[in-house]
C-alpha cells in the first residue's frame, strides 16, 4: 500500500469513528428525551383521569342534590346549578 492510499484509508476510518461516537451520542440524548415526553404523557393521562372521575362526581352530586337541600346549596356554592328536568310522559299507545 502507497503513502497515500494509507492516508486516506486511515482518514476515512477516523471519520467513521466520529460518526460511530456522534450516533452513539444521539441516540442517548434521544431516549432521555423519549423518556422525559413518556413521563409528561403520563401526567397529562393522569390529569384527563381525574377530570373524568371530577365531572362522574359533580354529575352524581347533581342527581342526589335533586332530593338534598344540603348537597344543592353545596354545588351552588362552587358555582354549579342544577337545573331539572321534567321527565317525558309515556305517548299514549295506538
Known amino acids: 500500500m502507497k503513502a497515500p492510499q494509507f492516508y486516506i484509508t486511515t482518514g476515512l476510518g477516523a471519520v467513521c469513528l466520529v460518526l460511530s461516537v456522534v450516533a452513539i451520542s444521539l441516540s442517548r440524548s434521544?431516549?432521555?428525551l423519549q423518556s422525559r415526553f413518556q413521563s409528561q404523557q403520563d401526567e397529562i393521562n393522569r390529569g384527563t383521569q381525574s377530570l373524568q372521575?371530577?365531572?362522574?362526581?359533580?354529575k352524581d352530586m347533581a342527581e342526589v342534590s335533586v332530593k338534598n337541600e344540603k348537597i344543592?346549596?353545596?354545588?351552588?356554592?362552587?358555582g354549579y346549578t342544577v337545573n331539572v328536568n321534567p321527565s317525558p310522559s309515556p305517548s299514549p299507545a295506538q
Open 53 to 58: 372521575i371530577g365531572q362522574s362526581l359533580i
Open 30 to 32: 434521544n431516549q432521555s
Open 72 to 78: 344543592k346549596l353545596v354545588l351552588a356554592r362552587n
